[in-house]
């Protein structure tokens, strides 16, 4: 059974990015447990092609995108146990 995704909100607006993972990090919460998700290099570079190379220009693709890659995040999300998810575009 899949749990609405209702009870999952984005109230902190932090991201970050990982280098040994080669990803952008951002936080979503149920209630009160945290659920970490990670959007690839690749991913954002299909967001934008001309982004250029480099953690700023990742975090920048993330920031104009970040209504589509919340929404991607909100379909990712089945609740249970799994506090991890990695969002693909």
Aim: overall charge neutral; aromatic content about 10%; hydrophobic content about 30%.
């Amino acid at each position: 059974m899949r749990k609405s995704t209702e009870t999952l909100s984005f109230p902190n607006p932090s991201r970050s990015y990982d280098s040994a993972r080669h990803c952008v990090c951002f936080w979503g919460y149920d209630n009160s447990r945290e659920i970490s998700f990670l959007v690839d290099d690749e991913s954002l570079t299909k967001l934008n092609p001309d982004m250029g190379a480099g953690e700023t220009a990742l975090l920048a693709t993330f920031d104009r995108n970040r209504e589509r890659i919340l929404g991607l995040a909100k379909s990712a999300y089945t609740g249970g146990p799994q506090n991890r998810y990695a969002i693909h575009v």
